[in-house]
Antibody, heavy 116, light 112 residues
Framework: EVQLVESGGGLVKPGSSLKLSCVAS????????MHWIRQAPKKGLEWIAL????????YYADSVKGRFTISRDNSKNTLYLEMNSLRSEDTAMYYC?????????WGQGVMVTVSS | DVVMTQTPVSLSLAIGQPASISCKSS???????????LSWILQRPGQSPKRLIY???KLDSGVPDRFSGSGSETEFTLKISRVEADDLGVYYC?????????FGAGTKLELK
């Protein structure tokens, strides 16, 4: 059974940093591209980043480019999202999703709240 | 960026009625490999999103055949032949052909 479990969220102040993790199981993690998607409270879904299976390519939404970094450790079946210079508008539920072109499974999400 | 225009914003339907959701992209979603990377996602209340349809029209395992996806190039449709109580939630279209990948704004399906 495919499982994606996000962690690392919490309440932080504007300007601070946070690193999210997404631990994968039930499939061969190293062969799949992985996405991060977020959802602000009572808003729609926003794609924010993708990393290829072999770490060669990374893509970002303009809203996070230069502040967020997606990475992965295939030996640990783990996807990461390092978030710097956090702003109030980054407050959202953050989801990881499996699959580069045809993402199929999503995690349950982890909440990040940026507030003073 | 590819803009995904999804309509209607909301639908209020009785059980057994058909539903239709439209998604229009600002440019063709046909990839250089010939495939159209358009999927439909359902987010039930309080749950994480779940994929229903991928590659325009392929149903995920376990998704009832009351659901169907169609379209081409820039116009896409999700249809539910007969709405059931389990179908309520917010439906999103998602294109993964172009970067940045983009979602439609969502269509909220409510039961009348």
């Amino acid at each position: 059974e495919v499982q994606l479990v996000e962690s690392g969220g919490g309440l932080v102040k504007p300007g601070s940093s946070l690193k999210l993790s997404c631990v994968a199981s039930g499939f061969t993690f190293s062969t799949y591209g992985m996405h991060w998607i977020r959802q602000a409270p009572k808003k729609g879904l926003e794609w924010i980043a993708l990393i290829y299976s072999d770490n060669t390519n990374k893509y970002y939404a303009d809203s996070v480019k230069g502040r967020f970094t997606i990475s992965r450790d295939n030996s640990k079946n783990t996807l990461y999202l390092e978030m710097n210079s956090l702003r109030s508008e980054d407050t959202a539920m953050y989801y990881c999703a499996k699959g580069r072109y045809n993402p199929d499974y999503w995690g349950q999400g982890v909440m990040v709240t940026v507030s003073s | 960026d590819v803009v995904m225009t999804q309509t209607p914003v909301s639908l209020s339907l009785a059980i057994g009625q058909p539903a239709s959701i439209s998604c229009k992209s600002s440019q063709s979603l046909v990839h250089s490999d010939g495939k159209t990377y358009l999927s439909w996602i359902l987010q039930r209340p309080g749950q994480s999103p779940k994929r229903l349809i991928y590659l325009l029209s392929k149903l995920d395992s376990g998704v009832p055949d009351r659901f169907s996806g169609s379209g081409s190039e820039t116009e896409f449709t999700l249809k539910i032949s007969r709405v059931e109580a389990d179908d309520l939630g917010v439906y999103y279209c998602w294109q993964t052909t172009h970067f940045p990948n983009t979602f439609g704004a969502g269509t909220k399906l409510e039961l009348k």
